[in-house]
């Protein structure tokens, strides 16, 4: 099918440079439209970014700092030297270790934390950090973001799409991919709905900056009751530039109180010393949400969702921007597949491999979290007294201190490939 393209203005009166001729519209600059437009670029499909806030917002917080080895290489795949740059600029902590209620548990230094590849298994990078690699990519790519231009609705149909954005603009493609986040628009206007369910506690997560004094060895450290949390869990995570604190609330507390100023610096001083108590960097409380939507394409085959516009998941196991990240790389590839095709049943068909590919994916990945949370609540008795026979038993047993070490993330693996259901 050939479209042209057209962006037209509520005035009447073309803005210069704002039209464009692409024939995929991306709502949503995170790090999952970002990552759409370089892989559809680089399947020779060009696409229209269009933004709600300003160029000059702030993204502050560190937000997904756990990048995964297959994230980096698709994002080395699509765009040569985008992984390899988050590589140089993340770090690779090389050491693991556990206490419980004070008590070391588990504690392992690897020679070699990343493997031995160019790509490591994971780098440790704050998420602005990395969306400004991939806006450098973006202009090396040469594809321009609309900042200010916030998707209202949209329409679809057999051949294509048509949004209006807040600003009264006008804009059609062939395709759009809702990458908006988790209060997204684009799943609203496609009649998608959210199913599932929030962690019964809060999570108190924090940005610590290095200092340059006597730093912290570079450890991912999880202290399960800690005394110095008041018997809360705590995870402490270093990345280039700082550390990542994450406190669990127990029943009882109230997230606001527990995230003021004079809490944190309390609970930085008593957990990482007084050093570091002036190096609070950014502060914010959440419930989690465990939800995916209930379809991830519209009726006509033409909107996909991918990220957190598709899915919410709680943190541990990281599989948040990484999941995000391979919606993104699959619906560039069926996205570029549809474009191609000759009939509209094939391109049906790639759209909706899409589809069920991700939502195969996305239950995947909500299980797996799910588990984490089940396991970090730990109301269940039963997780209760392992967590607790698995510490007195880790200075006899490895393998208990590695099970308490290991269980917060979640179950290893990544989401079974699905096809067509053919033979
Ligand atoms: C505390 C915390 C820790 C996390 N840790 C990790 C981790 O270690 N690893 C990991 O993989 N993930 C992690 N995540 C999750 C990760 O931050 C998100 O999965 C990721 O930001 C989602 O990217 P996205 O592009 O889908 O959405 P977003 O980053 O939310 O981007 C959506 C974009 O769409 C724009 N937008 C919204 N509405 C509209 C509209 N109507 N029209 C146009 N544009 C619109 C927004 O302004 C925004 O720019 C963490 C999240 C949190 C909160």
């Known amino acids: 099918m050939t479209t042209t393209v057209i962006t037209i203005y509520s005035n009447d009166t073309p803005m210069s440079g704002d039209t464009t001729g692409e024939p995929v519209l991306i709502a949503g600059a995170g790090p999952v439209g970002m990552t759409t437009a370089l892989a559809l670029h680089a399947r020779g499909v060009e696409a229209t970014i269009l933004e709600a806030e300003s160029e000059d917002r702030d993204r502050s917080g560190s937000r997904a700092i756990y990048v995964h080895g297959s994230t980096l290489r698709t994002l080395e795949r699509i765009h040569p030297g985008l992984g390899t740059d988050l590589v140089d600029e993340g770090l690779v902590w090389p050491t693991r270790r556990t206490l419980f209620r004070g008590k070391e548990v588990f504690d392992r230094t690897y020679d070699s934390p990343g493997g031995s590849g160019d790509i490591p298994h994971f780098t440790s990078i704050p998420q602005v950090v990395t969306e400004e690699y991939m806006h450098d990519a973006l202009d090396e790519a040469g594809i321009d973001i609309h900042w200010d231009a916030e998707v209202d609705t949209l329409e679809t149909s057999p051949t294509g799409v048509h949004v209006e954005t807040a600003d009264g603009r006008e804009w059609v493609g062939e395709f759009l ?14 009649g998608a ?16 900056g290095e200092v340059g004094d006597d730093p912290l060895p570079l450890e991912r450290v999880f202290h399960y009751d800690a005394p110095e949390a008041d ?17 669990q609330c127990i029943e009882g507390d109230d997230p606001d109180e527990l995230s003021s100023d004079e809490r944190m610096r309390e609970f930085v001083r008593d957990i990482m010393g007084e050093r570091y108590e002036d190096n609070l960097q950014w502060v914010s409380s959440y419930y989690f949400l465990q ?15 991918a990220g957190e516009a598709a899915h919410l998941l709680a943190p541990f196991g990281a599989r948040g921007m990484n999941s995000g990240i391979a919606d993104a790389d699959e619906a560039a590839s069926a996205i570029a597949a549809a474009i191609n095709a000759q009939t509209d049943a094939v391109i049906r068909d790639e759209i909706e491999l899409y589809a069920a590919r991700r939502e195969k994916a996305a239950e995947f ?24 026979a698995a510490a007195a038993l880790a ?24 096809s067509t259901g053919n033979y």
């Open 177 to 190: 991919v809702g990458a908006d986040g988790g209060g997204s628009t684009v799943r609203k206007e496609i």
């Open 193 to 208: 709905n959210f199913e599932g369910d929030q962690s019964e506690n809060a999570f108190i997560i924090a940005d610590v």
């Open 231 to 247: 018997g809360r869990n705590v995870l402490l995570v270093p990345f280039t530039g700082g550390w990542r604190l994450d406190i």
């Open 291 to 305: 939800v995916m939507a209930d379809t991830f394409v519209d009726e006509h085959r033409r909107v996909l969702l």
């Open 365 to 388: 990945n909500l299980n797996a979290a799910g588990q984490a949370l089940e396991y970090l609540q730990g109301g269940n008795p039963v997780t209760i007294l392992r967590k607790e």
């Open 395 to 418: 200075d006899h047993f490895e393998t208990a201190g590695e099970w308490l070490d290991d269980a917060p993330y979640g179950p290893h693996g990544t989401p079974p490939i699905v």
